[in-house]
């Protein structure tokens, strides 16, 4: 029971890597909020998760901060504190850079780095008043070492990165941490997309030779998320099975 009495609130929730850490959140004993675009996925989530604890939801677009900061406020109104933020609603918009249309620049900044920064912003000054307090952000491997036809998704993940490290320098004094974990390819509902012939060319380019599982991904945010980690902030967890050695 490592997250026991603790608050979380998880954004991109209700699906994928979001939803397993809600799930191991909540066997560690965690009260778990999700917040999400998608009304129907968050209600098949909720109802999916209840028998392992609490859970809350709230239609969030993170990309408007007085949407974020009004849910943030609805779960100190009935849980009294946030212990742990989760910044993890991402989109992508893939495309090369000479065909790609400003707007999905745009929309991808909006979403995983401004959306990011909203949850944070969201957050900190009740964690800094309860001198306690865990922000961690999702970016991935390839906000680390690049990826073709994704300049625009890269670009907000390495942008966490840089953000996180200022704010866990800002942010330490009030024992609020803030890390990031970046996870490798992993086995996602976003994965069915992609062709056998892709996921296969990833697989081999990972020293482990497979895709991550969520719950491998969910275990990186539990310790980040856990007392265990008291003293680790402005880290970057990468979770990926060695892609980028």
Same mark, same amino acid.
């Given at each position: 029971?490592?997250?026991?009495?603790?608050?979380?609130?998880?954004?991109?929730?209700?699906?994928?890597?979001?939803?397993?850490?809600?799930?191991? @959140?909540?066997?560690?004993?965690?009260?778990?909020? +999700? @917040?999400?675009?998608? /009304?129907?996925?968050?209600?098949?989530?909720?109802?999916?998760?209840?028998?392992? &604890? /609490?859970?809350?939801?709230?239609?969030?677009?993170?990309?408007?901060?007085?949407?974020? =900061?009004?849910? %943030?406020?609805?779960?100190?109104?009935?849980?009294?504190?946030?212990?742990?933020?989760?910044?993890?609603?991402?989109?992508?918009?893939?495309?090369?850079?000479?065909?790609?249309?400003?707007?999905? #620049?745009?929309? %991808?900044?909006?979403?995983? +780095?401004?959306?990011?920064?909203?949850?944070?912003?969201?957050?900190?000054?009740?964690?800094?008043?309860?001198?306690?307090?865990?922000?961690? #952000?999702?970016?991935?491997?390839?906000? /680390?070492?690049?990826?073709?036809?994704?300049?625009?998704?890269?670009?907000?993940?390495? &942008?966490?990165?840089?953000?996180?490290?200022?704010?866990?320098? /800002?942010?330490?004094?009030?024992?609020?941490?803030?890390?990031?974990?970046?996870?490798?390819?992993?086995?996602?509902?976003?994965?069915?997309?992609?062709?056998?012939?892709?996921?296969?060319?990833?697989?081999?380019?990972?020293?482990?030779?497979?895709?991550? =599982?969520?719950?491998?991904?969910?275990?990186? @945010?539990? #310790? +980040?998320?856990?007392?265990?980690?008291? @003293?680790?902030?402005?880290?970057? +967890?990468?979770?990926?099975?060695?892609?980028?050695?």
């Amino acid at each position: 029971m490592r997250l026991k009495n603790k608050v979380a609130v998880i954004t991109g929730g209700a699906q994928g890597i979001g939803k397993e850490t809600a799930k191991r @959140f909540l066997q560690e004993g965690a009260t778990v909020a +999700l @917040f999400d675009m998608n /009304e129907e996925q968050l209600k098949t989530a909720s109802d999916e998760l209840a028998e392992y &604890g /609490e859970v809350l939801t709230d239609k969030v677009n993170v990309a408007v901060y007085e949407e974020v =900061e009004k849910a %943030v406020n609805r779960v100190i109104e009935k849980k009294s504190k946030v212990d742990i933020m989760i910044a993890n609603a991402g989109i992508t918009r893939d495309s090369m850079v000479h065909k790609m249309d400003t707007s999905k #620049f745009d929309q %991808v900044i909006d979403v995983n +780095l401004k959306g990011a920064y909203n949850s944070a912003r969201a957050v900190v000054e009740k964690m800094r008043e309860q001198g306690s307090g865990r922000i961690i #952000f999702t970016s991935s491997v390839v906000g /680390e070492y690049g990826n073709i036809g994704q300049a625009n998704y890269a670009a907000s993940k390495a &942008g966490l990165i840089g953000m996180a490290k200022s704010m866990a320098k /800002e942010m330490g004094r009030k024992n609020v941490t803030v890390n990031v974990v970046a996870p490798g390819y992993t086995n996602t509902e976003m994965m069915k997309t992609v062709p056998e012939k892709v996921l296969n060319i990833m697989c081999e380019k990972t020293p482990m030779a497979r895709l991550a =599982e969520p719950v491998e991904i969910a275990n990186g @945010f539990l #310790f +980040l998320a856990s007392d265990e980690a008291s @003293f680790v902030t402005g880290h970057v +967890l990468s979770v990926n099975g060695g892609l980028t050695l």
